[in-house]
């Protein structure tokens, strides 16, 4: 072999490698991974001989304290399957400041994500990434004494955020057990696609005072306010609406929206998210999906892969609801 062969093999093997590199880094860019959990607001785990109305500060922190095995188990997964976004709801903080060295002000009653109480400070003193952006927002006081949230965590940078009740104007309020709160992000991808991503925990179909049918059309108007025509809309989190139910078909019949789980999970529409004696399902034997992550059926993404996550089988159980954990492909 000459010196000019020697120099065109060369040449090539350097050109394979850049494009094979190349081709492995679009691949890369070309998909998003998305998780959503419903953390249970604390309520994994009771203080005995009290009822959560007559919890103190001090047995918020040993309820905190005694978490610590859930939220690692939680942050595991988070490290095994490292989504790029997270999508959680019942994120549980305690009413006041849990620190004794920080005067408590007014701002404590309306504050959410400053104090250590709160599940998703937890879990990012656990977490082994430290890529991750987030933004919170609370919606009521479960049993009086928590404050309850909805949070999104992104390893993209967060180009928006905000947050709305879908509630009725009358029934917004942090009072409200039912009132419901969602927050949304926008975030551009390292392939710069803009994506809206919204964490939603919405009520039950047959709700007197906050029915679905009236939340979820509230959510599509605001869905309409933001979307643009080269942005994606995503929809995760728990519905409470059992799979093949009217709110589904709301969802996804009424408004185009695709069930990524049931896309690679042929038969799995009836594969259950949540606990048979979960709140708002107790004896309840229709309760069985309603957790889900929701693309719109003219999206650029197709679903690579969806399955249930924080399970008996997949990593443990922390909540009464199960994890969805989807990876999404945007296409050509």
């Known amino acids: 072999m000459n010196a000019n062969q020697l120099f065109l093999l060369v040449s090539l093997c350097y050109l394979f490698a850049i ?3 190349c081709d492995a880094k679009e691949k890369q860019n070309s998909t998003l991974s998305i998780l959503t959990l419903n953390l249970h607001t604390y309520q994994e785990i009771s203080t005995a001989g009290k009822k959560e109305s007559d919890l103190n500060r001090n047995d918020a922190l040993k309820r905190v304290s005694d978490y610590d095995p859930i939220f690692n188990t939680i942050a595991k997964g988070i490290d095994e399957l490292d989504p790029d976004i997270i999508c959680l709801q019942e994120v549980g903080e305690w009413k ?10 007014s701002e404590d009653i309306y504050s959410f994500g400053l104090d250590s109480s709160n599940a998703v400070n937890q879990l990012l003193t656990r977490i082994k990434s430290d890529k991750y952006s987030y933004y919170m927002d609370w919606s009521h006081y479960g049993w009086d004494v928590w404050k309850e949230g909805t949070a999104i965590l992104s390893k993209y940078p967060i180009l928006e955020k ?12 942090y009072s409200f057990w039912q009132s419901r709160k969602v927050t949304r992000v926008k975030v551009k991808t390292s392939d710069s696609k803009v994506i809206n991503i919204f964490s939603v925990h919405s009520g039950w179909w047959d709700s007197e005072k906050e029915p679905f049918k009236s939340q979820f059309n509230r959510l599509m108007e605001w869905v309409h306010q933001i979307e643009s025509k080269n942005e994606e809309i995503i929809l995760c989190g728990d519905f409470n609406q059992p799979s093949n139910s009217k709110g589904y078909m709301q969802i996804t019949n009424e408004n185009d929206f695709v069930d990524t789980y049931l896309s690679t999970n042929r038969y799995g529409m009836l594969d259950l998210t949540v606990n048979i004696n979960a709140d708002g399902w107790k004896g309840n034997q229709n309760a069985k999906r309603i957790d889900y992550i929701f693309i719109e059926a003219n999206s650029d993404f197709s679903v690579k892969r969806s399955e249930r996550v924080f399970t008996s089988k997949k990593f443990g159980i922390v909540s009464d609801h199960v994890g969805i954990f989807t990876i999404l492909t945007a296409h050509d």
């Not at 006041?96 to 002000?105: F, L, M, R, S, V």
Request: proline content about 0%; aromatic content about 4%.
């Open 19 to 21: 494009s094979a590199h």
């Open 96 to 105: 006041e400041n849990t620190a004794k060295t920080i005067k408590k002000t």
């Open 162 to 173: 905000e947050s709305r009740y879908i509630s009725d104007t009358n029934n917004g309020t």
